[in-house]
């Protein structure tokens, strides 16, 4: 929580989101074509826009940074938890993760899934 009230000050401080972050979510680029998750968009004379002459670009609007920051901060018990994406073959490598401190917040390198102890 407290992370969240200190970017926002940040965001209220500048103006804007700071210098190298960007806004995540389908944009559009200036020649009216949806721009991808990596920046994709080409100039209206790029020969890779033949593809798309006959077709619209489609473009995944869920992209998956935007789907993790819905998933709601999973209350655990112990110091320590265990994170295999929860997929068994379709997850990940199992990745341990430490929760000593009591304002942190654990977050899974592979999946972004995020922890936190819940202190008694």
């Known amino acids: 929580m407290a992370a969240a009230v200190t970017f926002c000050r940040l965001l209220c401080r500048r103006g804007g989101l700071p210098q ?6 389908v944009r559009t680029a200036p020649t009216g074509e949806k721009v991808t998750h990596t920046g994709q968009a080409y100039d209206g004379q790029d020969y890779r826009k033949i593809r798309f002459v006959s077709r619209q670009k489609e473009v995944n ?3 998956a ?3 993790i ?16 994406g929860g997929g068994g073959a379709l997850g990940h490598p199992k990745v ?8 942190k917040t654990g977050t899974c390198g592979y999946c972004g ?5 819940q202190h008694h």
Do not use: H, M, W
């Open 69 to 84: 920051a819905e998933q709601p901060v999973s209350e655990v018990g112990s110091r320590v938890i265990a994170c295999d």
């Open 20 to 25: 190298g972050a960007r806004g995540f979510g």
């Open 96 to 103: 341990y993760i430490n929760l000593d401190k009591e304002t």
């Open 65 to 67: 940074i935007d789907l």
């Open 113 to 117: 899934l995020q922890f936190r102890q």
């Open 61 to 63: 609007e869920n992209f």
